[in-house]
Nanobody, 128 residues
Framework: QVQLVESGGGLVQAGGSLKLSCEVS????????MGWFRQAPGKEREFVAG????????HYADSVQGRFTISRENAKTTTYLQMNRLKPEDTAAYYC?????????????????????WGQGTQVTVSS
């Protein structure tokens, strides 16, 4: 059974940094297209970043471009989201997601329905 477990969330002041991790078990993560999404109270879940199976292709939401970096480690069991210059509007529950499919278009990465497996989420709170 595939499990995705996020960690690394917390409370940070505006301008600070956090690094989220998503550990995948039950599947070789190199066979996974990975994504990070977030959901704030009262809002829809939104795309944050995505990375291809090989790690050579990444996509970002405009709101985080240049501040966040998605990566995956060589052993490919963990995907990361490095978040710098955090803003209060980044406050949300952050979820990692995985898909066994190959995606070629940005539109595929940003769509939540493209991902079959999800973690339980980790809370990120940015104070002003």
């Amino acid at each position: 059974q595939v499990q995705l477990v996020e960690s690394g969330g917390g409370l940070v002041q505006a301008g600070g940094s956090l690094k989220l991790s998503c550990e995948v078990s039950g599947r070789t993560v190199s066979a996974y297209t990975m994504g990070w999404f977030r959901q704030a109270p009262g809002k829809e879940r939104e795309f944050v970043a995505g990375i291809s199976r090989s790690g050579t292709t990444t996509h970002y939401a405009d709101s985080v471009q240049g501040r966040f970096t998605i990566s995956r480690e060589n052993a490919k069991t963990t995907t990361y989201l490095q978040m710098n210059r955090l803003k209060p509007e980044d406050t949300a529950a952050y979820y990692c997601a995985g898909s066994s499919r190959l995606y070629y278009m940005r539109s595929q990465y940003v769509e939540p329905n493209s991902y079959a497996d999800w973690g339980q989420g980790t809370q990120v709170t940015v104070s002003s």
